[in-house]
């Protein structure tokens, strides 16, 4: 078989299709959140279903090709296929002739078509025109694809055929699977006028998630009031006094036998120092991955630069400088090796408690805590009263202003 034949049997186009009906069901969601309550589903009556008090109020077929001359002609599939489902729907009762039903397509829908007569305009709607080239091309078409179709449209008489063609809509010429998140931005503008790309990230991390969950474990669809929260929630953490925490970074958690992996490390010796046990050890490893990780993602989506880093980080320094000194001091000239461990445990204890937010809005206390492993890390601070030159002979000695 030649590498092009099997490009027949890729599964591109299916993807992006179901991508597309996933993003388009949340551009919808956040529309019609607007407007009032409701529930949305996936393939569950439809593609996208709204329902409003437990009754469909809205259904949506979604058509994404990936070719660009596409058009959504009388005798095109998708538009009878679309059809068929929902004179199957219609007559197994699932979905009332007073629901909405909505045709979403990339493709054009040419002048003088049937979906061009059955578009989202009022003043460019003719449901009769609709129904007779529907009809017509029922008649006159050979294709064996779509008999079904054909046959359940013309079982239908004249006046039926308008009544459910009155409550079709069609919606051509959207923009493809790709292009859709620019009007995912456009609709979120009042989440965050500055970060439009950052907050459909999130919006849609959360979304996908939370539809793969619907699908595995079907409830009853994913409430207005759920979206809202989540998009409330992303506003709140791109205000300028917060900061977005990523939830798998929140949820990390390393087990006991991963430990060997780091104890090579600066900040993993600065625990063992002072006498900490596997927990604590276990603790420090676990708020450095989560600081580090959730440092570099605020950088790299612009919401911290690495000036705000070296800010924050010398007001750490200051803070474990004063606590540093206040543990010597009370040491006294010749402390013993386990006053020194134990004093070293109690700095490591502040480091541990300390609340001292990047920005105020910001209340993970790993944020804090890892930050401090960070610069212990560095050997710009540490916990025992003796910890540079204890280092030193571990790791050698340090480059000349890496220790404060």
Not at 6 to 22: D, E, I, N, R
Request: negative net charge.
């Amino acid at each position: 078989m030649s590498p092009s034949s099997l490009s027949t049997f890729g599964a591109a186009g299916p993807m992006v299709g179901y991508l597309y009906q996933v993003r388009v069901a949340l551009l919808w969601a956040i529309r019609r959140s607007r407007v009032g309550d409701f529930t949305v589903s996936i393939e569950t009556l439809d593609d996208v279903s709204f329902e409003v008090g437990g009754q469909p109020d809205a259904v949506l077929q979604t058509k994404h090709s990936l070719n660009a001359v596409a058009n959504l002609t009388d005798l095109s599939p998708e538009v009878w296929k679309t059809l068929r489902i929902w004179l199957v729907g219609l007559t197994s009762g699932e979905i009332p002739l007073e629901t909405a039903r909505f045709l979403i397509a990339t493709a054009d829908a040419p002048a003088g078509s049937a979906c061009a007569a059955l578009g989202i305009e009022e003043a460019g709607r003719n449901v009769a025109e609709a129904a007779k080239r529907l009809k017509r091309a029922a008649i006159s078409s050979i294709s064996s694809e779509l008999t079904d179709a054909f046959k359940a449209y013309l079982a239908l008489d004249e006046g039926e055929r308008e009544a459910l063609l009155a409550r079709i809509y069609v919606v051509p010429s959207q923009p493809d699977a790709a292009a859709i998140e620019a009007q995912l931005q456009s609709e979120l503008y009042y989440v965050s006028l500055h970060h439009q790309e950052k907050s459909v990230q999130m919006l849609e991390g959360w979304w996908f998630k939370r539809v793969l969950y619907e699908l595995v474990h079907p409830d009853r669809g994913i409430p207005r009031a759920e979206i809202d929260a989540q998009i409330t929630e992303i506003q709140e953490s791109l205000k300028p006094a917060s900061l977005p925490i990523d939830d798998e970074l929140d949820a990390l958690m390393v087990a006991l036998d991963e430990l060997p992996e780091f104890a090579d490390r600066p900040f993993y010796k600065q625990v063992e120092l002072v006498g900490g046990s596997q927990l604590r050890i276990r603790n420090a490893i676990v708020s450095y991955l989560q600081a580090f990780g959730q440092r570099s993602a605020w950088t790299r989506d612009d919401l911290l630069f690495d000036a705000d880093l070296q800010k924050y980080d010398q007001r750490l320094h200051t803070e474990w400088e004063l606590q540093f000194a206040q543990a010597r001091d009370e040491l006294g000239t010749a402390p013993s090796e386990e006053a020194m461990a134990r004093a070293g445990r109690a700095i490591l204890k502040w480091a541990e408690d300390a609340h001292v937010p990047i920005r105020s809005g910001v209340n993970v206390p790993w944020v804090c805590r890892g930050s401090l492993h960070m610069l212990a890390e560095d050997l710009r601070l540490g916990w025992h009263p003796d910890f540079l030159a204890r280092l030193q002979v571990i790791f050698g000695a340090p480059e000349e202003g890496s220790a404060a």
